[in-house]
Each structure stands twice: as structure tokens, then as C-alpha cells.
């Protein structure tokens, strides 16, 4: 067969060389041990967890080595995009903090290495399929459909392992008359792989986060253009990495077993194989047993959730660090107030067997990042999220910024901050009474008597005076609580209950439910204050009216 004659029947428009590529693509100038990397998602329209725990792993790895991080848009399979995907896609991500040196854009590509979308760069795989071809490491395969699918019947009545290979490699050796003549007829063909390898043998192979890896040669011709000219994975990402100058390729451990095809491929291309970090699956817990996420049943795996139930970005950015390295907690407790990026991440902390996903310890997180933040921070990030997921509370929020901030003040700060807030979810039942439209009617024990209510709050108001501080504040409280025959001295009143008809907290909830419609609140003095005279004093009264 005259392989050189194969490649110019099969490629004759292609006059584009590897070497004219190699100039147009140099090589990087960086530091030493800088990491170039990249994420290379499908244009599906869903972004997931997992995106995100690759994307901060190749994202931490580009710069903190003083490296590059690009995205590449992996589009081949024209079936599975979904139209606006790419901006979902980068939208998402920028919001979660995943900043890009180069690569793909809304509208366009950012960058010397691109185009940064596969089916744009139809030309450049050509060049390499052809001198694949070239050197009889690739052949075009005419069979159809139908006589793939009677292959695999055949193999799976025999327990044969499935797959184009050996006896099954039906246009491996074929002439180049048959070839010719199948291109005369116009039957459309797919470009294979000419595999040297059998799975009688097994070679050792060292991955970032798997450790040593034995591994069976791959024996399959696999495609590696299909029949409308476009490449499938493999090949592409093969012929991209070499060419944007990737050292290292982040991405699930699901991709392990094309790895033998992968090593196979840039050997036979004559490229350097980047170091592989082969990330483990998100799991979590279903009943006794883990089980990964799962599109279907699990809404936690849509980075979209997060946004709709509320949690900061930094949230879910420092409980993801927890899972990827296990010291980063220790690091966060030695560096309360350092920025995440500070902490010296390693790809080789990752959990080979892929992390439980909890949303319990995640909320816990949240609630340290969110006390953290100051009153101004938490407003402006919780009005935000409130006018796209709550527009009627966001746009309460939004009348009065400097009212919104006095609210999320309280208890902030200092060696033990509040940690009211999980998610900005829970800020409306946290907070809501300090708007009229949320205020609840207050539902009393009916352990005590109306008469005695109503005597409580009408003490209350008598005595009140905005201008008191905490102290003095609470001091006519408690001069009340005397007064009415209920008692300060919550040890005397454990001893004997019988002896009072309540205790000083009894007589601070009349006041609390009174103002502010719940039991449990933020500090009744601060919420007084913030309220002012009028509007403590109205609503006081109106619970009055309807005891």
C-alpha cells in the first residue's frame, strides 16, 4: 500500500504541515514548573459540580505555578449542544470565580492558541489525520451502520469483548482499488486508528492523583474522524493539547479506561504527553451506601442550586477546598481573614476515590464565611440575590440600603459573630419582621393569662425611652418583671416554679412577640433601636388592640 498516495486520495485539500503548525502555535515562554491547563466542557447548557471541582483544580494549579488557564469549548458532538450553552457556561463560572487567562468568550475567542471551539478547528485535525494516514497509522473504514451492529451481536453471542479490532477490523488491510471504489460510489467513511497494541500486555503509568497505574494496552481501531469530517474526543484533544501547550489535563477518573488509547495516540502523533490529574466522583450518602451524583435525582449537582438557594460564592469555594484538600480547614482556622487563594493547594491531597458531598458541613461553612463579612458586604450580596430570587423582599432591601445594613449589624463582629444566615435563604425568616409587609400577629403561651399580657406591655410602654442604653434598657425590664410578682432570679425560680408566675425571660418574650411578632429574634434592644420610638411604640400598641 502506498500510504503517502491513501493520504492525498483521502486529504487532497490539505496543505497545511505539522511543522507549519508548530510555528503558528510556539511553544509557551514561562516560568519553570509553571502548569498550563484548561477546562474543556461540552456546550450541553448544564454546569455541575463536577465542572467546578475540575475547574478549581486546574484553575489553583495554573496560578499558583505562575502558569495559564484556558477554556476550550469541546463542541464535536453537534447532537448534545444546547443553543446559549457557551454562555451559560462561562457565566457560571465567572461567577464562581474561575477566571480564565485565555480561551473561549461570549463572543469569540481571547488568545494566540485558538480558534477555542473543536469544530472550528475542522483544518487543523486534518493536517494530522493526514499524516497519520501518511504513515499507515490511520485508514478509512467504509462499514455502515448496520454492519457495526451485526459486528457486535456476532462478538456478544461469542462473550467476545466488543469493538473494532483484529478479525473485526474489517477495512484495515483493504486495497487501495476497494478504497478508490467506495469513494467513486460516494459512501461515506470514517478515519480509524491502526492500534499496534494487545491486551497481553500491561505497562505501568504514573497519575497525578490515581498514583502508579497498570494499565492493559489498548488493541481497538478507535475513530478518529467521523464521517462529517469532524473529530471525536480522542483525537481532538489530543492534536489541542499538544498544540496550546498543555502540561497537565484535568478531568474525571470516567476517562481512566481510553487512557491506554490516549498514551497510544500521542506516541503515534510524536507529541509529549501531558501529566494526567484524574479527579474521583462526587458521592454522597443514599441511605447506608455511597453513590455518585446524579443529574436525575440529585439537584445539589447543578451549580444553578446553589445560586437559587443562596450560598455565597466564597461559601461554596472554601467547602469545595475542604473536600479537594483535606488541611485546608487547619489552614482556614490558622488564617481567618486571609484570602482562600493564600492556601498552597496540591493536586495530590485529591482523594483518589472521590469525595462525599455534604450538604450539612457545606451550610456550616457558610455560615462561617457569611459572619465573617461585614454588614455592607452581607447587603449588598443578599440584595442582589433577593431581586432575582425574591424580587418583592430584594426591592424592601433595595428602598433603604443604610436601613438593610443597621439590621445585619446586629450581633456582627467581635470574637463570636451571630450565624443566623446558612444561605441568603434565611434571611427573610430571619429578618422579615423588620418590615411591616413580614410582620407576623404574635401567638402568646396561653400559659399566661391576656389580663397579664396586656399588663406587661402596658408597663412597658410607659417607661420606655429610646435615648436608654442596653443597660438601662433592660434594668426597667426587669423592674417590671418585680413589679408584677415575676422573678429575676432564674436559680430561685428552678428551685421552685410554684413560688412565681414567671420569670423575667417570660416578661422580655411578651415584649419580643409584641414588636416582633416571633420568639426567637436578633437583640431586642438593638431591634428597638433600629425600629425607632414610633414604630416600637405602634406595633406594641396595636398587639394591645387585639389582645
Known amino acids: 500500500m502506498d500510504y503517502q498516495a491513501l493520504a492525498e486520495l483521502l486529504f487532497p485539500d490539505v496543505n497545511d504541515t505539522p511543522e507549519s503548525l508548530e510555528a503558528r502555535f510556539p511553544q509557551r515562554d514561562l516560568p519553570e514548573g509553571a502548569v498550563v491547563t484548561r477546562m474543556a466542557p461540552s456546550p450541553t447548557g448544564f454546569v455541575h459540580l463536577g465542572n467546578l471541582v475540575q475547574g478549581l483544580t486546574s484553575e489553583r494549579m495554573a ?47 481571547n488568545g494566540i492558541y485558538g480558534p477555542y471551539r473543536q469544530r472550528q478547528r475542522a483544518s487543523i485535525y486534518h493536517v494530522y489525520a493526514k499524516k497519520l494516514v501518511s504513515e499507515g497509522q490511520a485508514y478509512p473504514c467504509f462499514c455502515t451502520e448496520e454492519e457495526l451492529t451485526a459486528m457486535r ?45 494487545s491486551i497481553e500486555n500491561q505497562f505501568k503509568f504514573d497519575d497525578v492523583v490515581k498514583g502508579k497505574l497498570t494499565i492493559t ?57 501531558p501529566k494526567y490529574v484524574h479527579i474521583g466522583p462526587l458521592m454522597k450518602m443514599d441511605g447506608t451506601s455511597k453513590r455518585k451524583l446524579s443529574k436525575r435525582k440529585d439537584p445539589e449537582l447543578a451549580l444553578t442550586f446553589y445560586k437559587a438557594e443562596g450560598f455565597p460564592v466564597q461559601a461554596v469555594y472554601e467547602y469545595l477546598m475542604t473536600l479537594l484538600n483535606s488541611n485546608f ?31 450539612a458541613k457545606l451550610t456550616d461553612v457558610s455560615k462561617n464565611v457569611i459572619a465573617a463579612m461585614d454588614a455592607a458586604q452581607v447587603c449588598q450580596l443578599l440584595t442582589q440575590w433577593a431581586l432575582e430570587f425574591d424580587p418583592e423582599f430584594g426591592q424592601l432591601l433595595a428602598a433603604d440600603p443604610d436601613y438593610t445594613t443597621r439590621i445585619l449589624a446586629i450581633g456582627r463582629g467581635g470574637k463570636k459573630p451571630r450565624k443566623d444566615l446558612g444561605v441568603w435563604k434565611d434571611a427573610k425568616p430571619y429578618m ?88 426567637n429574634s436578633p437583640d431586642l434592644y438593638s431591634v428597638m433601636q433600629i425600629l425607632g420610638y414610633d414604630r416600637t411604640v405602634a406595633r406594641i400598641r396595636n398587639v394591645l388592640n387585639n389582645l
Open 153 to 197: 451481536e456476532k462478538q456478544e453471542a461469542a462473550k467476545e469483548t466488543t469493538g473494532y479490532y483484529g478479525k473485526y477490523a474489517l477495512w484495515r488491510d483493504r486495497s487501495m482499488e476497494e478504497i478508490q471504489a467506495q469513494l467513486d460510489a460516494g459512501n461515506p467513511w470514517v478515519l480509524r486508528f491502526r492500534s499496534t497494541g
Open 329 to 359: 480547614e487547619d489552614w482556614r482556622r490558622a488564617n481567618p481573614t486571609a484570602p482562600a487563594t493564600d492556601f498552597k493547594f496540591s493536586p495530590k491531597k485529591l482523594n483518589p476515590a472521590g469525595n462525599l458531598f455534604d450538604y
Open 63 to 109: 496560578h499558583q505555578s505562575g502558569g495559564v488557564l484556558f477554556l476550550r469549548v469541546e463542541d464535536t458532538d453537534a447532537k448534545r449542544e444546547v443553543p446559549g450553552a457557551v454562555e451559560v457556561l462561562i457565566d457560571t463560572l465567572k461567577h464562581y470565580g474561575i477566571r480564565f487567562d485565555e480561551g473561549a468568550t461570549i463572543d469569540g475567542d
Open 432 to 519: 422579615g419582621f423588620f418590615f411591616d409587609a413580614y410582620l407576623e400577629a404574635p401567638v402568646f403561651d396561653e400559659k399566661f393569662d391576656r389580663q397579664v399580657i396586656t399588663d406587661a406591655l402596658k408597663r412597658f410602654l410607659e417607661v420606655f425611652d429610646i435615648q436608654d442604653d442596653a443597660n438601662q434598657w433592660f434594668d426597667k425590664v426587669k423592674q417590671i418583671t418585680t413589679d408584677m410578682g415575676f422573678t429575676t432570679d432564674m436559680k430561685a425560680y428552678k428551685a421552685n416554679p410554684d413560688a412565681y408566675p414567671g420569670t423575667v425571660a417570660d416578661i422580655s418574650t411578651f415584649i419580643r412577640l409584641a414588636v416582633t411578632g416571633k420568639t
Open 217 to 273: 494496552e489498548n488493541n481497538v481501531d478507535h475513530v478518529l474522524l467521523k464521517s462529517d469530517g469532524i473529530p471525536t474526543y480522542h483525537f481532538a484533544h489530543a492534536v489541542d493539547d499538544h498544540l496550546m501547550r498543555t502540561t497537565h489535563v484535568v478531568r474525571g477518573d470516567e476517562w481512566l479506561p481510553s487512557l491506554p488509547f490516549h498514551i497510544q495516540l500521542f506516541k503515534a502523533l510524536g507529541f509529549k504527553l
